[in-house]
T-cell receptor, first 114, second 116 residues
Framework: ETGVTQSPTHLIKTRGQQVTLRCSSQ?????VSWYQQALGQGPQFIFQ???????GRGNFPPRFSGLQFPNYSSELNVNALELDDSALYLC?????????????FGQGTRLTVV | AQSVTQLDSQVPVFEEAPVELRCNYS??????LFWYVQYPNQGLQLLLK??????LVKGINGFEAEFNKSQTSFHLRKPSVHISDTAEYFC??????????????FGQGTTLQVKP
């Protein structure tokens, strides 16, 4: 059984650019959630995908968008990057979206916007 | 809306001493509660969770937590810490039966520093 894997591990982008982060969910999991963790802060919920449909969104602007594929892997896209988007982006997968199942986190992608 | 407050940003403690990391939450609906640990440059690992039933829950690595509904608290405890417990600890809640079901709301984190 493979765990949650994220790619790339580190990324440096210039303000105004666009970025795509990828997440492979744990085998058998149909729900993927994305979180942003700024330095010294707790993770903040961005959005969740359940069976390829968006299933809830946090307080993030529309330039943060996502996709979930038939194999339940997922992408997070951020357009028009701002300096404040610099953070660790965490992906978590779970079986179901009910909240009572364990969410397994990947190692994260460290995004630096310069 | 839900919120989580971790009352201590840093907790220094000597090896083999007991420790308590405090967490209070606010929610108008029923919640599930979690504690996660994050080691440097890594993702989050679940320590323990409260879904229902006994208010005292035991987790991995000797940690336990007690859910107190009247005080809206979910404090994490360990009777004897090791150097390897040095890490960032996050308390989190999610609701059930609402539009926010399954979305984790995290506290700001508590840095546990275990000294030899």
């Amino acid at each position: 059984e493979t765990g949650v894997t994220q790619s790339p591990t580190h990324l440096i982008k210039t303000r105004g650019q666009q970025v795509t982060l990828r997440c492979s969910s744990q085998s058998g999991h149909n729900t993927v959630s994305w979180y942003q963790q700024a330095l010294g802060q707790g993770p903040q919920f961005i959005f969740q995908y359940y069976r390829e449909e968006e299933n809830g969104r946090g307080n993030f602007p529309p330039r943060f968008s996502g996709l979930q594929f038939p194999n339940y892997s997922s992408e997070l896209n951020v357009n028009a990057l701002e300096l404040d988007d610099s953070a660790l982006y965490l992906c978590a997968s779970s079986l179901g979206s009910g909240g009572n199942t364990e969410a397994f986190f990947g190692q994260g992608t460290r995004l630096t916007v310069v | 809306a839900q919120s989580v407050t971790q009352l201590d940003s840093q907790v220094p403690v000597f090896e083999e001493a007991p420790v308590e990391l405090r967490c209070n939450y606010s929610s108008s609906v029923s919640v599930y509660l979690f504690w996660y640990v994050q080691y440097p440059n890594q993702g989050l690992q679940l320590l323990l969770k409260y879904l229902s039933g006994s208010t005292l829950v035991k987790g991995i690595n000797g940690f336990e937590a007690e859910f107190n509904k009247s005080q809206t608290s979910f404090h994490l405890r360990k009777p004897s810490v090791h150097i390897s417990d040095t890490a960032e600890y996050f308390c989190a809640v999610t609701t059930y039966g609402s539009s926010n079901t399954g979305k984790l709301i995290f506290g700001q984190g508590t840095t546990l520093q275990v000294k030899p």
